[in-house]
């Protein structure tokens, strides 16, 4: 990824959506110019150095004007820290850039550390080993997937201003200047070892979703084992295919984005097969995957790890159809809590069958 980042001259976005408010009442409208749809933001590349800039987009005057699709109360001050739906609206900077960073996600960065670490064979439960391993997870959690949440949501502010407007940046809740500030600073903090997401890998709901799949489960376990061993082909193939249940699970979280994709002619997998066949396209990628890797295991002569694998399937597939096979958009979270524990206990099986 860092080889991406040498080659960034500059990314400019610019801005395709104006909000504008009729001061005779209290309605907000939000208006779209069509050839601001037509015309998706611009990245260019040359070999300096790189530049975010937004082209005169005023948060003060989307503050203001966005309308307030969040419940008036009852928000949680929890699920505000953790970055999810239903958070409460919040004023003091530090928790709204933490919001922004959205902890709920690091979760699997930093077990696929661990999952790298525990597949090497050559981790030891010693102060060098453990400094390098937090050091390792604090790179791949906090900084890296904070700043692609961070960089994710300021690409991603026309599409929430559609789907969620009391978000942070297009609420105004945090001027430009300062989520600038924070995508920089957790890129730096991240050692430089990141790289922009492509206009391009957005606009295909396979390409995007798998490359997300990747950047969660294929990325930090191999940066776990190449620290405390050798990273191999088999490994490599071995989590390439897990990405496929990751692309499953980057495929959860586009339902609840349907109106504002179509509006900017995103082809997320839900658009393009409609929210139905989308649904089992993405429990089949995330439960099929995991039964490949049981069979591989078995294949491979350790039953055992293969059959815990198997039995760590069969309540990913009970909440599938008790939540969110049901209602997608309305289960999106509750599914995401009550299976993906089930998925990550998967992982690290697969790590331990792999070291053995």
Same mark, same amino acid.
């Given at each position: 990824?860092?080889?991406?980042? &040498?080659?960034?001259?500059?990314?400019?976005?610019?801005?395709?959506?104006?909000?504008?408010?009729?001061?005779?009442?209290? &309605?907000? #409208?939000?208006?779209?110019? +069509?050839?601001?749809?037509?015309?998706? @933001?611009?990245?260019?590349?040359?070999?300096?150095?790189?530049?975010?800039?937004?082209?005169?987009?005023?948060?003060?005057?989307?503050?203001?004007?966005?309308? !307030? %699709?969040? @419940?008036?109360? =009852? =928000?949680?001050?929890?699920?505000?820290?953790?970055?999810?739906?239903?958070?409460?609206?919040?004023?003091?900077?530090? %928790?709204?850039?933490?919001?922004?960073? %959205?902890?709920?996600?690091?979760?699997?960065?930093?077990?696929?550390?661990?999952?790298?670490?525990?597949?090497?064979? &050559?981790? #030891?439960?010693?102060?060098?080993?453990?400094?390098?391993?937090?050091?390792?997870?604090?790179?791949?959690?906090?900084? /890296?997937?904070?700043?692609?949440?961070?960089?994710?949501?300021?690409?991603?502010?026309?599409? !929430?201003?559609?789907?969620?407007?009391?978000?942070?940046?297009?609420?105004?809740?945090?001027?430009?200047?300062?989520?600038?500030?924070?995508?920089?600073?957790?890129?730096?903090?991240?050692?430089?070892?990141?790289?922009?997401?492509? *206009?391009?890998?957005?606009?295909?709901?396979?390409?995007?979703?798998? $490359?997300?799949?990747?950047?969660?489960?294929?990325?930090?376990?191999?940066?776990?084992?190449?620290?405390?061993?050798?990273?191999? @082909? !088999?490994?490599?193939? /071995?989590?390439?295919?897990?990405?496929?249940?990751?692309?499953?699970?980057?495929?959860?979280?586009?339902?609840?984005?349907?109106?504002?994709?179509?509006?900017?002619?995103?082809?997320?997998? @839900? *658009?393009?097969?409609?929210?139905?066949?989308?649904?089992?396209?993405?429990?089949?990628?995330?439960?099929?995957?995991? +039964?490949?890797?049981?069979?591989?295991?078995? =294949? $491979?002569?350790?039953?055992?790890?293969?059959?815990?694998?198997?039995?760590?399937?069969?309540?990913?597939?009970?909440?599938?159809?008790?939540?969110?096979?049901?209602?997608?958009? %309305?289960? !999106?979270?509750?599914?995401?809590?009550? $299976?993906?524990?089930?998925?990550?206990?998967? /992982?690290?099986?697969?790590?331990?069958?792999?070291? #053995?």
């Amino acid at each position: 990824m860092s080889s991406v980042l &040498n080659t960034v001259s500059s990314l400019r976005l610019s801005r395709i959506y104006r909000i504008n408010s009729n001061n005779n009442n209290n &309605n907000n #409208h939000l208006r779209i110019p +069509i050839h601001s749809v037509l015309n998706p @933001p611009s990245v260019s590349f040359t070999r300096r150095r790189l530049t975010v800039r937004a082209a005169d987009t005023d948060t003060n005057e989307v503050k203001s004007k966005a309308p !307030d %699709k969040a @419940p008036a109360s =009852g =928000g949680s001050s929890f699920n505000q820290l953790l970055g999810i739906k239903g958070a409460a609206q919040e004023t003091d900077k530090w %928790k709204i850039r933490l919001q922004l960073t %959205k902890p709920v996600t690091w979760p699997p960065l930093v077990w696929g550390v661990v999952c790298g670490a525990a597949a090497s064979g &050559n981790f #030891h439960w010693n102060p060098e080993d453990v400094a390098k391993s937090i050091l390792c997870m604090i790179m791949s959690g906090p900084c /890296l997937t904070g700043y692609t949440q961070t960089l994710n949501d300021w690409y991603d502010r026309e599409i !929430d201003a559609i789907n969620e407007p009391y978000r942070p940046i297009p609420s105004g809740a945090i001027s430009e200047k300062e989520v600038i500030s924070q995508i920089w600073l957790l890129l730096l903090g991240g050692l430089g070892i990141a790289a922009v997401l492509d *206009v391009w890998l957005k606009q295909n709901g396979w390409i995007g979703n798998f $490359a997300l799949g990747a950047s969660y489960i294929s990325l930090p376990w191999w940066a776990g084992q190449a620290l405390f061993g050798t990273l191999t @082909p !088999d490994i490599i193939v /071995l989590t390439l295919l897990y990405s496929i249940a990751g692309l499953g699970i980057a495929i959860v979280n586009d339902f609840k984005s349907i109106e504002g994709d179509k509006a900017l002619g995103l082809l997320s997998i @839900p *658009v393009a097969f409609g929210a139905e066949t989308a649904k089992w396209i993405c429990v089949g990628a995330i439960d099929i995957t995991q +039964i490949s890797v049981a069979g591989y295991l078995l =294949g $491979a002569g350790k039953p055992y790890y293969a059959l815990a694998l198997l039995a760590l399937i069969i309540p990913q597939v009970v909440f599938q159809f008790q939540y969110f096979l049901k209602d997608p958009v %309305k289960y !999106d979270v509750k599914y995401q809590a009550s $299976a993906q524990p089930f998925l990550v206990l998967g /992982l690290l099986v697969t790590a331990l069958a792999t070291s #053995h």
